[in-house]
């Protein structure tokens, strides 16, 4: 049984930071494509950082240089330290698994940023 749980959000004033973790089970971690993902509402889910198996990573303008994700294959899991927030970053944060045509979904967090 494959189990993707999010953990990490919270509410935040606007310039602040919060660290979000997603442990996996089920997969064989290592080699999984992993991202992040967030969605507000009215909006559509939107990619926000990922990871390849051999670590390079890529991010959206919209978060390139504030948002930093990372992986640990021993521990089974894939970070996303957020740093100084804007109220447009509040949403449902997801964590994503990805294999060829195999993905796989976190049941999500939220991350509400105030102003």
């Known amino acids: 049984q494959v189990q993707l749980v999010e953990s990490g959000g919270g509410l935040v004033q606007a310039g602040g930071s919060l660290r979000l973790s997603c442990v996996t089970s089920?997969?064989?971690?290592?080699?999984?494509?992993m991202s992040w993902y967030r969605q507000a509402p009215g909006k559509q889910r939107e990619l926000v950082a990922t990871?390849?198996?051999?670590?390079?990573?890529n991010y959206p303008d919209s978060v390139k240089g504030r948002f930093t994700i990372s992986r640990d294959n021993a521990k089974n899991t894939v970070s996303l330290q957020m740093n100084n927030l804007k109220p447009e970053d509040t949403a449902v944060y997801y964590c994503?698994?990805?294999?060829?045509?195999?993905?796989?979904w976190g049941q999500g967090t939220q991350v509400s940023v105030a102003s």
């Open positions: 994503n698994a990805k294999l060829n045509w195999l993905q796989y």
């Open positions: 089920g997969i064989i971690f290592s080699v999984n494509v």
């Open positions: 990871i390849t198996s051999g670590g390079s990573t």
